[in-house]
Structures are given as C-alpha cells and as structure tokens.
C-alpha cells in the first residue's frame, strides 16, 4: 500500500489557518492532524475540522457540474458534462451582458475559502475582463477593520503569541473559545502568569464564564463603556502622558471626549454598575501591561465602528503598545504580502466599475439592476442580512445565477447552473491569516474528485468559453503561486517549501502614530472625527437580537456533516428567564420571533446565561433547521453600520409563543 504524508493547512474563515499533515493512503486521504512544530496549531485542529476528510468524501459533495431541471428553489438538477455547463454560462452572461451590460453580471464571494487562489486572484481577473459590477466585499469584520486601520495607520497588530506577558486580557465581543481556538492557551497563559482575564460581552459565553471579571453589557454599547473607563483614567491621572504627547494625535480632544461620560452615564448606557466600569478602568490602567483581543463578534452593531474606536484608543490612553503583549488585535491581514494588483489584475478591466455592491446590500441590488449572479465561496441565502429580500432576488425567473460549490446550500437550490469546486485537499493554495503571523502553503493531497475543478481552474475555462484570449486569464496556479510569493525572501520561500509555513515579521512603521482624532474618517465616511458613544435608546421595543457563531460549525459550512450535528444538536433561540415569563413562553416550546424584516419560530431554550432583554440565536443554521422561516437573517437587516457599509447582525425583535 502506498502512504504518502501531505502538508496543508485548514481553508476555513477562522483567525487560526491551522498547519496540517493528511495522510493518503492509495490515493483516498484516511486522516489529518495538526502539525506539532506549528507554534499556532501546536499539534492539534479543532473539533470542525479534525476529520475534513469527511467533507472531501461526503455524501452530499458536489461531483459533476448540475443544470436546474425544475422551479428555483426546488433543488432538481439533472447533470451535465463541463463542456455544456460552460456553454450555457457563456450563453446565460451573454445574453445578460447584450441585454444590460456588463455591469448587471455580480460576483459574489467571501472567504468560503480564505485561500489567496481560490479566493481572490483567477475569479477577480476574469471579472475585470468582464467588466462587472464589483463587490465590496465587507460581510466581517468592516466597521471593525476600519476603525483599526483609521485609529493605527502603520501599527502591528500585536502578536498573539506574546499575550502571555499582559497582566491583563480582555476579550472584547469575542469568543475565543469556540471561535479562535488556538488564541485559547495565550490567553489562558495570562491567568496562569497571574493576571486577569475580563470578558465583555452580552452573553455568558464559555469564554467569559473561564474569565475572572465578565461585564455582561447591552449589545452595542461598548462606545460608552470604553468612554466612561477613559473617563475614570483620565480623572485619575492613570493615562500615560509620555505615550500620549509622542505617539499619539489628538489626545486632548480625546480627555474632552471622555469627560462627558462619567461611569454614571457609561452605566445607564451599558446595563453595567458605576464602581464595575472605574474598577476595570483602574486594573486596565495599571497593567503591565493591558492587552485587548476584539472580534467580530462585537463589530456587528449598528455603531461598531465608532465603538471599536473607542475600544482601541483604550491601550493608546494607558501606554500599553510600549510592553510586549501589550496593545490590541482586531485582525493581522496586514502583516502578509499585498499583491492585490498583481493578484486580481484590475488593468484588465476597459473602464473603471461604476457600480459597486456591498454584500450587505445584496438583496437592494437583486431588485435593482443586478441580472445575473455567478456565487462562489459564499452562502448569500444564510450569510446575508435580510433573507427574505435576497430570496426575492434569488428566485426572479429572470435572474440568471451560477453557483461554484462544494455541497447543495440553501443558494445552490436557487442556481441555473452549478459548477462543483474542490476542496483543500485537492488544490493548491496559499493563506494569509487574520488571527497570526504565518503564512500557510497548501499542497494537493489527492487530485479532485469526480469533475471538480479549483475556482482558479473553473475561471480559466469560463475564460475561454467566453473568447477571452487574455494571458493573464490562463496562468496556471504555480504561476499564480509564485506572483503572490514575488516579494518573499529566498529564506521565507524556501520555509514554506520545507516545512508549508513560515512566520511574517511584525513590523510597526517608523513614527507611526494613533490618530485618536481622525478628521480623514470624519471626512471619508461622515462619522465625528472622535470616538462616541450612545445612551440607552428610550423608545426601543422589544429585544435585541445577537446572532453569534456555533462551536461545531464554521459559518453556513459543515452543518450537513451528521457528526457535528449531533454534537450541536438542534436551532434555538435563546431567552433570560425573565423575558420567557413575561413572554409566557417555556423552555423547550415553540416561539415565534419577528420585526419589520421577517418572522422565525424556533424552539426556545431558557437560560440564565442570556441578558436580559436579549435573544441569542446562533448564524450558523439553514433554512430547513429553523422551525418555520428561513434563518436568523429574516430577521435583520441591510442598512449598514456607521463604518465600511458594514452589515448589522442585531435587531430589535417582538417575541411570542408559537399557536
Ligand atoms: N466555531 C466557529 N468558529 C468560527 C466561526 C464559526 O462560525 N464557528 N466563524 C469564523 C468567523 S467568519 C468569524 S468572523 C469569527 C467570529 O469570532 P467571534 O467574534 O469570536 O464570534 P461571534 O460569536 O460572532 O461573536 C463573539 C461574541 O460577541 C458577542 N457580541 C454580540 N454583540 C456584541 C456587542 O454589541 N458587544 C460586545 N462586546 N459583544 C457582542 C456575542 O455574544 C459573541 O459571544 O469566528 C470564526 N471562527
Ligand atoms: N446573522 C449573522 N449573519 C452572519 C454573521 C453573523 O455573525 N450573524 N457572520 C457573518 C460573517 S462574520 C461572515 S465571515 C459571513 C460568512 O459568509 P460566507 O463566507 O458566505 O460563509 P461560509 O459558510 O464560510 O462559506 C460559504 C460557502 O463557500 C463554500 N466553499 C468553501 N470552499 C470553497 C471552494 O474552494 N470553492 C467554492 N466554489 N466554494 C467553496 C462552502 O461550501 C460554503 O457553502 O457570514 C456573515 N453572516
Ligand atoms: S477551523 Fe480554525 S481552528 Fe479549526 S482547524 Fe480550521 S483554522 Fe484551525
Ligand atoms: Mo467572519
């Protein structure tokens, strides 16, 4: 029997891009396991992906390009060869193009993979060539990755594998230990050397029930409690002066800012007492220093990106970038090389886009202009806000829509043409990621199966059926591979070629400073220059709906793996006990939720973990998982947060018992 060993690493939209060895055994990959030497993965991947083999070889995977043979939606599709799915694209975003231009053809993609390849280079050429509408492609971490970039222009993310050395940690709308599995021992390392571990987050999550303080506040309000803690700070002389005059602009306006929220008004905008928000103020300040780890999480709210300004100018006001482990993570993307031209190749494009479309406006640009949809790494039927009016779009007789997939999603049901995609362990790659410093190669392990083609590969043919002779359009993926590696050293290649990952140096630019006071954001997107805040809504009704991420599932993937399922068991909505009686609802029954979006019933499950006056209902399920109505997206909707046109995952909900 012939066993080979092939290094790899995960495909996932996770900060961890963990290292991996498959083993194949004649040609069938027969197990994974975490790279030990990898100093991030440290020897092990996380429960969702320790047995991906199982997605390679799974019932359900896509194996031969599909034609829709019934109504959109009814998921009947009857299989074809590439040689006539490929046709009828060309014919379908022809007739589209001829029609309305070039311009009413969207693709629409996320990180599905988080692969440099198979995420942004062959499929980003192709569509300059077509002239497309383009995507702003800002479904994440938007509002948050703006706030950073605009507060620190030049600024290292802090390295995660320093953290240790923070006296205190604090994981701000994050949760670690479900979603950033590897970050957990550093993490964990800071209570071992000592120090204090605080949460801040509206739900008791496991990582704030291991973390010594949890300041369980109401979602969307960590403007004022960072405020009312710089309050306190500044009150109390606990600022570091020196910091703040060299490697700081606007200081003053920031001490003026924070003088209007005093920790009484700070509590009655977050829920959380007075002493609870000087007293972590205090031990922030004094730490030697104070680290904070922000995630997503808390970046999908309405305000998110003037709260994660707020947030960020905390470690600037305390000095704490000076010591190791010291400062902020919101996300290391920056730290990779940034091909994007050479990668994705805009030159090729006659004349610059005029339309650009956000993911978050997806639905709006259904019913306005958009003709055909080409999907790919991405689940708009699950992952977009406001599913109902992307449904609409979705099932228009005259939209014509192709879905690149790996498995029959909720979207897929909608496409006319479905072409089927590999998987990790089939094509090659490279990854950045957004939660370390290595840089990841991945090797095929085994070659596709069945007729499935890389997204690289499926755009080259698409190129040519489309009479696109374009050199750039047909470079093979080790020519692609070696475009993004061009500004590698020799050392830096020579690691990936060795051992599949190599360490990106963490490099702060020379004389950057925090713009604690941004007139360019102000001036760009229209938000106060400086961080602000908001008081407790007066007239609001009903409760505030958070959607965060399931511990067995990774966003809409693996929730058709049997394994996982079990383990996650069933959709619910999640209610403080308080709310369920004055609802008249109870544990284990039926109950409806619904706002101006849409309406879901799902089970509800009563817990003291939930705040009161919120509802918890994880992202991650498909439509056939809720009860009635698609999934929890119904529920939210498209009008984008204060920063990067940002989707906004919360909203207010009327809850009942089911009839
Ligand atoms: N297991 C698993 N891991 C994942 C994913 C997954 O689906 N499953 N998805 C990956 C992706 S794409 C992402 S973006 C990351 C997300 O990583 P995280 O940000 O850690 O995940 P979330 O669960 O979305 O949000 C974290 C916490 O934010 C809290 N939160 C909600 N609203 C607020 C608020 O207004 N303020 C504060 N302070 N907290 C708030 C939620 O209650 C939640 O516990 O995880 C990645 N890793
Ligand atoms: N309510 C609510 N909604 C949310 C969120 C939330 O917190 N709450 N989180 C948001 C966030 S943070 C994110 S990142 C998005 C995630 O949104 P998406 O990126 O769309 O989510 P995924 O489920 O990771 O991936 C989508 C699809 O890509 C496919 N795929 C994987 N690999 C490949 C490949 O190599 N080729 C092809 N062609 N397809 C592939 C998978 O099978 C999957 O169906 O969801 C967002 N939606
Ligand atoms: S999903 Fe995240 S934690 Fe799990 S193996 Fe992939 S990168 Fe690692
Ligand atoms: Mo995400």
């Not at 992906?49 to 070889?57: A, C, I, T, W």
């Not at 829509?401 to 790659?429: G, N, S």
Request: with cysteine; aromatic share 6%.
């Amino acid at each position: 029997m012939a066993i080979t060993e092939v290094r790899g690493c995960c495909p996932h939209d996770c900060p961890d891009t963990c290292s991996w060895t498959a083993t194949v055994e004649d040609g069938v990959v027969t197990g994974l396991r975490g790279n030990k030497d990898h100093p991030f993965t440290a020897g092990h991947l996380c429960i969702k992906v320790n047995h991906y083999e199982e997605r390679v070889y799974h019932p359900d995977r896509l194996l031969t390009p599909l034609v829709r043979n019934g109504s959109k939606g009814s998921g009947s599709f009857r299989e074809a060869s590439w040689e006539e799915a490929l046709g009828l694209v060309r014919d379908g975003l022809s007739r589209v193009i001829d029609r309305s231009g070039a311009e009413s053809v969207l693709p629409f993609s996320y990180m599905g993979t988080q692969g440099v390849l198979q995420g942004a280079s062959m499929d980003q050429r192709f569509f300059h060539r077509l002239g497309s509408a383009a995507l702003d492609r800002n479904i994440c971490l938007a509002a948050g990755g703006w706030a950073y970039a605009f507060t620190y222009p030049g600024f290292a993310a802090t390295d995660p594998e320093l953290i240790g050395q923070a006296e205190v940690a604090i994981a701000w709308g994050v949760n670690p230990f479900s979603t950033h599995l590897h970050f957990w021992p550093y993490f964990q390392a800071v209570k071992k050397n000592g120090g204090t571990l605080v949460t801040v987050d509206p739900f008791r999550t496991k990582t704030a029930a291991a973390s010594d303080i949890h300041l369980q506040l109401r979602p969307g309000s960590d403007a004022a409690l960072a405020l009312g803690m710089m309050h306190v700070i500044f009150a109390e002389g606990l600022e570091d002066a020196e910091f703040l005059a060299t490697s700081t602009d606007g200081a003053d306006d920031l001490r003026a800012r924070a003088a209007e929220w005093p920790p009484e008004r700070a509590s009655r905008a977050t829920g959380l007492a007075s002493e609870q928000i000087a007293d972590v103020a205090r031990l922030f300040a004094r730490a030697r220093p104070g680290f904070v780890k922000l995630g997503p999480g808390a970046n999908h709210q309405p305000n998110a990106g003037q709260a994660f300004r707020a947030v960020l100018a905390l470690p600037a006001v305390t000095g704490a970038w000076k010591y190791p482990g010291g400062g902020a993570h919101v996300h290391s993307a920056d730290g990779f090389p940034d091909r994007g031209d050479a990668m994705t190749r805009p030159d090729l494009r006659r004349a610059p886009a005029e339309r650009t479309v956000t993911m978050t406006g997806l639905g709006d640009a259904l019913a306005d202009g958009i003709d055909a949809l080409v999907v790919y790494n991405s689940n708009p039927a699950v992952v977009c806000p406001d599913t109902n009016s992307v449904m609409r779009g979705l099932a228009r007789e005259d939209l014509f829509t192709v879905v690149l997939e790996l498995m029959p999603t909720d979207t897929m049901a909608y496409a006319d043409v479905v072409l089927p995609a590999t998987t990790q362990l089939e094509h090659l790659d490279v990854l950045w990621s957004w939660g370390h410093y290595y840089l990841s190669l991945n090797r095929p392990a085994i070659p596709p199966r069945g007729d499935t083609l890389p997204n690289t590969e499926i755009f080259r043919r698409l190129a040519t059926a489309m009479g696109y002779g374009e050199p750039a359009l047909h470079e093979d993926d080790g020519t692609l591979l070696a475009t993004y590696l061009a500004e590698c050293t020799d050392e830096q290649r020579a690691a990936l070629d060795a051992v599949g990952y190599v360490k990106m140096p963490v490099v702060t630019a020379p004389g950057a400073r925090v713009q604690l006071r941004s007139d360019t954001l102000a001036e760009i997107a229209g938000v106060d220059p400086l961080p602000q805040g908001e008081d407790a809504p007066t007239d609001a009704d009903g409760l505030i709906l958070i959607t965060p991420k399931s511990h067995h599932f990774l966003n809409s993937q693996l929730v058709n793996h049997a394994r996982l399922r079990k383990a996650a068991g069933s959709a619910l909505a999640l209610l403080a006990p308080a709310d369920a009686s004055e609802a008249g609802i109870v544990d284990g029954a039926p109950m409806v939720l619904s706002n101006e979006h849409g309406t879901l019933e799902l089970d509800a499950s009563v817990s003291d973990s939930v705040l009161e006056g919120t509802v918890v209902v994880l992202d991650n399920w498909w439509h056939r998982d809720v009860r009635r109505g698609p999934g929890v997206n119904a529920l939210t909707g498209q009008t984008p947060a204060d920063l990067g046109a940002a989707p906004v995952f919360t909203a207010r909900v009327r809850i009942s018992p089911a009839e």
